[in-house]
């Protein structure tokens, strides 16, 4: 760029990668009115919007700068350009205040609570529906429920009962340390039995079911969401909460208590076989001991629970997901989300099921 | 005007499996020129733009594109080559966690080292060009129309002033009016940015509007290349049915009334 006599001249190419080095500051100050592009090599929208941009410096009050040595096609090209200008300054994002972080606060708060209600709502609708459907069973859909009783429930067993089975051998290793202290090594036992059976088999079950299942149901139904499958549905009169919660939610009620008794087993196998490496109760005495010792309570009480965390899995995976909007990024924002509500909630619910049980007393 | 083309492709096979979509095709796209590439559905007018641009691997022949293997080049040469053309995928293809303005940024942001001011000014002066509202700027694909996501799809495609625009069905699954303004934008995007562009398209008015050539796929290769009026001479069963039945006929008499 040289600045001559009134007339800026621009040389070489005007292009994306080039612009950036230009500045129009001197052109400004030298009060030039004409611009020429004589010497000019390739030209493209960017070069067009520089040379726009050092015209509108040059004209600071309404004074049009002169454009010499334009070909027709670049004066096509800096016409379009100028017509499509966008206008000045996007206002920049004002700053926040103390008031609107409150808001925000405020609104968050509410809209937890309105989730909170929204869920119960879902839980209602898919309650009703089970009990719909207990009374015309012809219109369950079988084969969709067996699928999913495949997918949460076969096709979790290794893993399940690889975490558990890893989870007794580590209560019998921890326990054996403390326990030898006091040569109290044999109620090793009860410790693993009632630890196991009555917490650990099943809520580790449920957290692990909640990030494989869970997160599945999530990312399945927000996809068909996504596509306007859910919608398509509802137009051929078919039922979503039918069709896609109900298989998949029963799938998890019937199969997380099994899931449950499997993870049972592999857990007491686990510390049965620890504690007879490393503290020498032989399975005989780890048996007749399990068997004598053990109330069938905590058992049961393990038991009793599985439904319920598998109710809570279901409804949290199908519910996040019927929530997806058009975007990617929704998608995996909710299907996190899902997990760790499910997570939180089925401890949660954990906890209040052991002050029922502690209550009542069993 | 003698000229080579920007565009070779010889010998090109595509396979999937044991579905032979392209058996020996060969297609020449001049530089400056409107290609308009038509054929069935299914006979693979996407693949071959897939494979021209280098995101399918053909099974055997050359394709250049500025006289350069797409195929057989360094990952360094690709990215330059990259940068050279532009691609609009059919319903736009937006990255869905941005919006219009960044979409169209997007490119601009990976390829240069540009000022986040510059790359914006220049981002809306696209978007602008391609006829979207400034309302559009901040606004989420999902929250886009149909034919504003085809239009902000086009402004991410041109966002690095490409020589070469590849568009898949730009006109499809719009109003007549949408896809004849959109026609129009083509033609005066090529006529002001000299593009060459390549188009893949069912859209009878299309190619009337704006095509220089039209290059017909069928049979696994390209069975004719000409101007409009070249096609109707055509003896092949499927290029008569096309450019001569109810639709094309109805296509002709529009031009001619305008």
């Not at chain 1, 040569?183 to 079950?205: C, K, P, Q, W, Y």
């Not at chain 2, 220049?122 to 700027?137: Q, T």
């Not at chain 2, 049979?219 to 001479?233: F, H, L, N």
């Not at chain 2, 639709?247 to 009334?257: C, E, P």
């Amino acid at each position: 760029m040289t600045i001559d006599a009134g007339t800026v001249t621009l040389r070489g190419d005007l292009v994306i990668s080039t612009i950036e080095s230009l500045s129009w500051a001197a052109a400004a100050q030298s009060g030039a009115t004409t611009i020429n592009l004589d010497a000019v090599g390739r030209f493209d929208t960017a070069g067009a919007w520089a040379v726009v941009e050092l015209d509108r410096a040059l004209s600071p009050q309404g004074r049009k700068a002169t454009l010499a040595g334009a070909t027709d096609l670049q004066a096509e090209l800096l016409a379009t350009i100028r017509d499509n200008m966008p206008d000045d300054g996007a206002p920049a994002a004002p700053r926040r205040t103390i008031a609107e972080l409150l808001d925000t606060f405020g609104r968050r708060t509410a809209h937890s609570f309105g989730q909170a209600i929204a869920i119960t709502g879902f839980l209602g609708q898919v309650v009703s529906t089970i009990a719909y459907l207990a009374l015309h069973p012809r219109q369950v859909r079988w084969t969709a429920m067996f699928y999913h009783m495949q997918q949460v429930g076969l096709s979790a067993v290794p893993i399940v009962s690889l975490m558990a089975f890893l989870i007794g051998v580590v209560l019998a290793f921890q326990g054996a340390a403390q326990l030898r202290q006091f040569g109290a090594e044999v109620f090793v036992v009860d410790l693993i039995a009632i630890s196991i059976l009555r917490e650990l088999g099943i809520l580790l079950t449920a957290i692990i079911v909640a990030g494989r299942s869970g997160s599945a149901f999530t990312a399945a139904i927000g996809s068909m969401k996504m596509r306007e499958e859910i919608d398509a549905m509802r137009t051929l009169g078919l039922d979503p909460v039918t069709i896609l919660v109900v298989p998949r939610t029963l799938a998890l009620i019937f199969m997380l208590p099994v899931l449950g008794v499997i993870a049972n087993a592999a857990g007491l196998f686990g510390g049965a076989l620890m504690s007879w490496i490393e503290l020498g109760v032989s399975p005989g005495v780890f048996q007749i001991r399990f068997a004598t010792n053990t109330d069938v309570w905590h058992f049961g009480v393990g038991m009793i629970k599985a439904p319920f965390f598998a109710l809570i899995i279901g409804i949290i995976g199908c519910y996040q997901g019927m929530q997806v909007e058009g975007n990617a990024e929704s998608l995996g924002r909710l299907t996190s989300l899902s997990v760790v509500l499910s997570i939180f909630l089925v401890i949660t619910a954990d906890a209040l099921f052991s002050i029922f049980f502690a209550i009542v007393g069993v | 005007m003698p000229q080579d083309p920007i565009i070779r492709v010889r010998g090109l096979v595509t396979r999937f499996g044991t579905h032979t979509v392209h058996d020996g095709l060969d297609l020449d796209v001049m530089r400056g020129e409107i290609i308009g590439v038509v054929g069935g559905s299914g006979t693979g007018k996407s693949v071959l733009l897939q494979s021209i641009v280098g995101l399918l691997k053909p099974a055997s022949g050359q394709i250049t594109v500025f006289g350069q293997s797409v195929r057989d080049t360094s990952d360094h040469d690709y990215r330059e080559l990259r940068k050279r053309w532009g691609v609009m995928f059919q319903d736009g293809a937006l990255f869905s966690s941005l919006n219009v303005q960044q979409n169209v940024e997007a490119p601009m942001r990976e390829q240069l080292d540009l000022r986040a001011e510059t790359r914006t000014a220049l981002a809306r002066i696209k978007i602008r060009m391609v006829g979207l509202h400034e309302d559009a700027f901040d606004k989420l694909p999902a929250e886009l129309s149909g034919g504003m996501r085809k239009r902000a799809g086009f402004a991410r495609a041109i966002a690095l002033d490409p020589e070469i625009v590849f568009l898949d069905e730009p006109t499809a699954g719009l109003d007549p009016i949408g896809a004849a303004a959109f026609d129009k934008l083509i033609a005066q995007l090529r006529a002001t940015l000299g593009l060459t562009v390549f188009l893949v398209t069912h859209d009878l008015d299309s190619l009337h509007a704006i095509c220089d050539r039209i290059a017909v796929i069928a049979e696994k290769r390209v069975i004719a290349t000409g101007t409009m009026a070249e096609m109707q001479e055509v003896d092949h069963p499927w290029v008569a049915a096309y450019f001569k039945g109810p639709r094309a006929r109805a296509a002709l008499a529009q031009k001619d009334i305008a």
